[in-house]
């Protein structure tokens, strides 16, 4: 049962492991971002916030006719003020296993070390 925790929260950790970077602050600069060589690919993770101050979390399904296709929420680029694509930070997840590692490691030697007294003393 210890075990499945730890990897459940190892699990959780990881798939924090995201950064936000802005893609665009002007709905001038969206349509260099889309098509052929753009930034942004269909199953881009995206948060997109509208000049309403609405924020829309979504996965990019497809663009055309000027609006945003996610997977159940479309957005019109007319009316978009920025977006911010989710990217997989391979740096922070590394970094991030290593130290839980370390801590269980850690936690596994004191309770092992604590549970077989040395008697011979």
Known sequence: MKTFMVLCLI???????????????APSDLPQHFGDGGVLQPGDRVIITTVAGARHS???????????????????????????????????TTILVVV???????IAAAASSSE??????
Do not use: Q, W
């Open 58 to 92: 979504l996965r990019i399904r497809s663009v055309h006719d000027g609006v945003i296709y996610g997977d159940h929420d479309s957005v019109p680029l007319s009316e978009i003020s920025s977006i911010e694509r989710r990217d997989f930070s391979a740096t922070k």
């Open 100 to 106: 839980i590692l370390g801590v269980v490691g850690a």
């Open 11 to 25: 699990v959780c950790m990881v798939a924090g492991c995201t950064t936000l970077h802005p893609i665009a602050n």
């Open 116 to 121: 077989h007294p040395n008697v011979g003393l």
